[in-house]
């Protein structure tokens, strides 16, 4: 603990940075408390088809790479605050809907306005972490945002299992509730502290110019590939995984659940720590070394067998995402013009194409070739993203040659 206050009082954040940690707790928190609950109440419920169930839940992160680019160019454009602030009182509109739902179509509509609005606020809330930190300090402050993620995944399905066996609506007004809370907190936080930013109009680029510049960043590109292979594995977590255990190991349902809680606590108390000794090594080796220990973790879950192999696998799988996440965080902000910051923000959401085809690639090699095999392939398709690593490594050391020779 005294390591904790001495790694915060080190480094002084700007207030708004800590609103927003502290924010992402509070959102977070409530998401986690109804969406990982979101197939079973649609299938307990409404009783709706499967497919149906897995369009719903789908859509979102569907949504997802389609929405960051956009709302991360419109916040270089017009600013952080109001894409910001208007993304989080559409999602706290998004959950009240969902308490009040009763058709398919509005669940398939609602969950897709999540996405879209999730995808606008979260390269923007990165974007303005990045104005407002210091670069020295910048990986830091993006470890205690993910650690503040995983605090809200270790406590938010607990409270959400409590008051789903009360009443499933309550959970939706409850996050609502809390968004809404956020939402203007940070509106008058947002007007006294920070002045909105926009670019200047002779800078101005067309939504057009902004994608043809990130077309051609040849290193972002590479980057975006890579990591879309480790979110391809890393989404048999919440997808392939509990099939797997249930089918393969006794109590394999009740182990999964105590996975999940591991992984989040390993996170909270430890991301912060491996970050620091991360910090020594450039961001590129360090995701390298990420991706092999989460490829590790997935093949060890295709020899599971009990509890220490199954622990032993989430151990790794969690060092390996600890490594990741934030280190892709720094890079695109090292790789971004000040000018097109949030846009960069915005074409990393495009990572979420993982999340969307994982559980499909995941679920048809599972019923396939079994659990084995399904976890040993998608390891080595995972293990793939250090060949695009390598490569858009070569070519932003080179974009930095050529800059220092131009000045």
Not at 101 to 111: E, G, M, Q, R
């Amino acid at each position: 603990m005294n390591q904790i206050k001495t790694y915060i009082n080190q480094y002084q954040f700007h207030p708004i940075v800590w609103v927003l940690l502290l924010g992402t707790v509070m959102v977070r928190l409530a998401s986690f408390m109804t969406l990982p609950f979101l197939a079973i109440y649609l299938s307990k419920t409404h009783d709706l088809h499967p497919v149906l169930i897995g369009v719903t839940v789908g859509i979102s992160p569907l949504m997802g790479t389609i929405g960051g680019f956009v709302g991360g160019h419109l916040s270089d454009r017009y600013g952080r605050k109001p894409i910001m602030l208007i993304a989080l009182f559409c999602l706290s509109l998004v959950f009240f809907g969902f308490s009040i739902a009763s058709s398919p179509l509005l669940y398939v509509l609602l969950n897709a306005l999540n996405g879209l609005c999730n995808s606008f606020f979260e390269p923007t809330s990165q974007a303005l972490i990045a104005d407002l930190t210091d670069k020295k300090n910048r990986m830091k402050a993006y470890s205690l945002r993910y650690t503040a993620i995983n605090i809200g995944a270790a406590i938010g399905p607990l409270l959400g299992a409590y008051f789903a066996s009360v009443s499933a609506n309550s959970t939706f007004v409850i996050t609502g509730s809390m968004y809404l809370i956020y939402a203007i907190a940070l509106f008058f936080l947002l007007n006294m502290l920070v002045e909105n930013k926009k670019v200047d109009s002779k800078n101005v680029i067309s939504f057009l110019d902004a994608f043809n510049i990130v077309k051609r960043d040849k290193a972002l590109r590479f980057l975006i590939l890579g990591v879309i292979l480790i979110n391809i594995g890393y989404a048999q977590l919440e997808s392939s995984l509990p099939q797997h255990l249930e089918n393969s190991i006794i109590n394999g349902v009740f182990i999964y659940s105590v996975l999940l809680s591991i992984n989040a606590v390993f996170v909270v108390f430890f991301q912060i720590p491996i970050s620091h000794f991360a910090e020594k090594f450039s961001p590129m080796k360090v995701m390298m070394v990420g991706a092999i220990l989460l490829c590790a973790g997935l093949v060890g879950f295709s020899f599971v067998n009990g509890w220490v192999s199954a622990i032993l696998s989430i151990v790794l799988l969690t060092i390996g995402e600890i490594l990741i996440f934030p280190s892709n965080s720094l890079l695109i902000d090292q790789l971004a013009d000040e000018n097109m910051r949030g846009a960069y923000f915005g074409a990393g959401q495009f990572r979420k194409i993982g999340h969307f085809f994982g559980p499909i690639m995941g679920g048809a090699l599972l019923s396939q070739y079994g659990g084995q095999w399904m976890f040993i392939i998608i390891s080595f398709l995972s293990l793939g993203s250090i060949l695009f690593f390598v490569l858009g490594n070569k070519v932003y050391l080179k974009q930095v040659v050529t800059s220092l020779k131009s000045l």
